[in-house]
């Protein structure tokens, strides 16, 4: 049997680069993956083929509707080829999942692939087809991610009522695409679509679009996106989801209780995630899961098991790729004895649309809620010369800082190229700047970059120079 100092089980982004962690602190370290490549939901089924099919669709869009106006003219219409788009995704996927196996290689991180399920506290069953091997672990790391939810009536026969996972290797573009839930996963997929030439309609329970997300965002990203051709219908609570041939029907009751019928060839079922601890067998090691399914851990990530700790979408909190990287990292430099520390106010929130949305601190809304006094700052994104330049000129960014201290609370931004710009708000927000200290900090001209720096200064005495 072989023996290590860590296994970690689940190789996403949280395990593999908690694995990589524990092997430069000196650890012997095992990775265990159900599936043949390493990568977990985010490389395999998640951000990065999501982020391609965007990437791609985006480029059709630009060749339909603004090369012209650019003074590009292709001769003859512009076709997709859907099948070739899913390949050069596909290529993106295994040369990434590559990358972890080269990693993994590099760091000399043994890797099992099969099942891992604790036989105890320190020991783990791997299992593939007929074969089972067992290895002992003086610590592990759960790190086994999420799987898509559905509502309980709902039967996914990932055929016509799909989830993302089949949402991203479609073999024809739908001609009606009807997206249950107003999030993250639902309107990048929806934008998708749309641009290859599907309606889309996208049935929200709640009463906006991305609502963990500053109110502001999401009326503009709402705003946008209708602009574009994809319909909402906010506050529907959908009830019932039949199929019958190649036709799906959604019912659902409007605000005011009124039912109302929906019929498109797919429907993607895009209501969140949940944690996956399927054939994890967390009872034989006497970890503890809360009634959420979630794996109770304390501050430092440990479960109620001293050995045994847990990253990522398994755990509360937000189910975010970074987040789950940080918190592998610190679970490896605390098993090293570091003292590592996670802030997560200021773990940043993406939507990967366009235009792009990105987030990082307090919402408006939580500051009114909590009773703290700020002022708010906002730059629109089509004041800039490089968006007029660009064509992209929806968005703003929004600055929220104390009004007594003036540091800095929350900054939220959607336009071109934000979901790179919010590292530059991290990055301030760490070192608990003001909304002054941004202010006076020189932005390149022309760039989306020096909305930032108009926020601050509408923030901080209501003086932007371009607005």
């Not at 030439?197 to 679009?209: H, K, L, N, T, Y």
């Not at 090293?336 to 408006?364: C, F, M, R, S």
Request: charged share 30%; proline share 3%; hydrophobic share 40%.
């Amino acid at each position: 049997m072989n023996s290590y100092d860590v296994a970690v089980i689940g190789s996403g982004p949280g395990g593999y680069v908690a694995a990589i962690r524990c092997a430069q602190l000196g650890m012997k370290t095992a990775i265990i993956e159900k599936y043949d490549t390493l990568g977990g939901t985010c490389l395999n089924v998640g951000c990065i083929p999501s982020k391609a099919l965007l990437d791609s669709s985006h480029h059709y869009e630009d060749a339909v509707s603004h090369f012209e106006e650019h003074g590009i003219e292709i001769p003859g219409d512009v076709k997709i080829n859907l099948e070739k788009m899913i390949a050069r995704k596909q290529g993106v996927v295994d040369q990434t999942t590559k990358g972890i196996d080269f990693l993994m290689d590099k760091n000399k991180i043994d890797v099992y692939h099969g099942m891992g399920s604790f036989k105890d506290a320190t020991h783990i069953e791997i299992k593939k087809d007929k074969k089972t091997e067992e290895i002992e672990a003086k610590h592990t790391i759960i790190a086994t991610g999420s799987k898509p939810s559905a509502l309980p009536f709902i039967e996914i026969d990932k055929e016509r009522i799909i989830t993302s996972t089949e949402a991203l290797k479609l073999k024809e573009v739908p001609k009606h695409l009807v997206i249950i839930g107003g999030g993250v996963i639902g309107l990048e997929l929806g934008q998708v679509y749309s641009r290859l030439g599907a309606e889309v309609s996208v049935v929200e329970f709640m009463d906006r679009i991305i609502p963990g997300m500053d109110g502001a965002l999401s009326k503009e990203l709402q705003k946008s996106l209708k602009k574009r051709g994809i319909k909402f219908y906010t506050k529907h609570k959908v009830k019932e989801v039949s199929r019958k041939g190649d036709v799906v029907t959604i019912k659902a009751d409007d605000k005011k209780e009124k039912e109302v019928s929906f019929e498109a060839d797919y429907c993607l079922v895009a209501v969140g995630r949940r944690p996956y601890t399927d054939g994890l067998n967390a009872n034989k090691a006497g970890v503890k899961l809360n009634d959420r399914g979630q794996v109770e851990v304390n501050d430092h990530l440990q479960t109620n098991v001293s050995n045994i700790y847990a990253i990522g979408d398994v755990i509360k909190g937000a189910m975010l790729a970074h987040k789950a990287e940080e918190e592998g990292v610190l679970v490896a430099e605390t098993l090293a004895g570091q003292k590592p520390h996670i802030d997560y106010n200021l773990i940043p929130g993406v939507v990967y649309t366009w235009p792009e949305v990105a987030a990082v601190g307090k919402t408006e809304e939580q500051l009114k809620e909590a009773g703290v006094k700020y002022k708010s700052g906002q730059f629109p994104m089509r004041a800039l010369g490089r968006a007029r330049a660009s064509m992209d000129i929806d968005g703003f960014v929004k600055i929220l800082a104390d009004a007594e201290t003036d540091e800095v609370l929350g900054i939220h931004m959607i336009g071109a190229r934000t979901a790179d710009l919010i590292a530059e708000a991290v990055t301030a927000m760490e070192f608990r700047a003001s909304a002054e200290d941004i202010s006076r900090m020189s932005h390149a001209h022309p760039t989306y970059a020096e909305a930032v720096k108009e926020a601050a200064l509408d923030a901080t005495d209501s003086r932007p120079l371009h607005a």
